[in-house]
């Protein structure tokens, strides 16, 4: 039997506490409010576990905190830094200082495109995170993923599905044989996929001007099948 978990229920010596689970994670990436909403519903009432990456703060992380299924973890954005812009945030160390000040329970960090190094790693274990999910191993690798732990304590999740990935391969994997993959099984989604149903890239970069106005781009939602149909797929596992 299947289930899902949280990532902080994974346990690096206990290969059975991650073989027979789905750890399903979101990135908020900066969404509006009800996009994020549009997602939490659905996963709500689903009944299923879920880790949450913050990006920033908003009146949610109080319904999330408060539904015993779900982690919330921290989703950095670095990349300013090395464009040298310092918008949010002068150096790594601010940057972490003020996630981690709106999500002090944070044990888990996934950064915006993956940016990571050894430097970043140690200020991650300095502000008292444990799970580093900065490593994507796509199910088509053949790779049977499995936890491991770094020089300094952190624990690395590999993850092996994101959507916006999914969508750049042109894939329709079907996530319901995930049962079938042995191994670590963490999914990447993002709220504003989900609520776009993208299919590819081109709908999410011509509709820019509107992510920050649900009720406009509501209507460029894509009506074939897409992001959202496969977060549907998988939740039908757990029926």
Known sequence: MINTKKVSE???NKEESWQNSIYITFDVDWAHDEIIKDTFDIIQEAKVSATWFITHQTKLIRDLRRNKNFDLGIHPNFENLLRGDNKNGKNA????SN???IVPEALAIRSHSLT???HLQNLFKKEGLKYDLNHFIPLNSGIELKPWILWNGLIKIPFCWEDDIECMYGNNTN???LNKHLGLKVLDF?????FLNTKDLN???STREFHQQPDKLIKFRNRGYGIRNQLFELLSLFN
């Not at 160390?93 to 972490?96: A, Q, S, Y």
């Not at 993002?190 to 989900?194: D, F, T």
């Open 190 to 194: 993002h709220p504003i996929h989900i």
């Open 99 to 101: 996630l981690t000040g």
């Open 175 to 177: 996530l319901i044989e």
């Open 93 to 96: 160390n601010e940057i972490l």
């Open 10 to 12: 994974i346990i690096i």
């Open 203 to 205: 709908l999410y970069q």
């Open 116 to 118: 990571q190094s050894s």
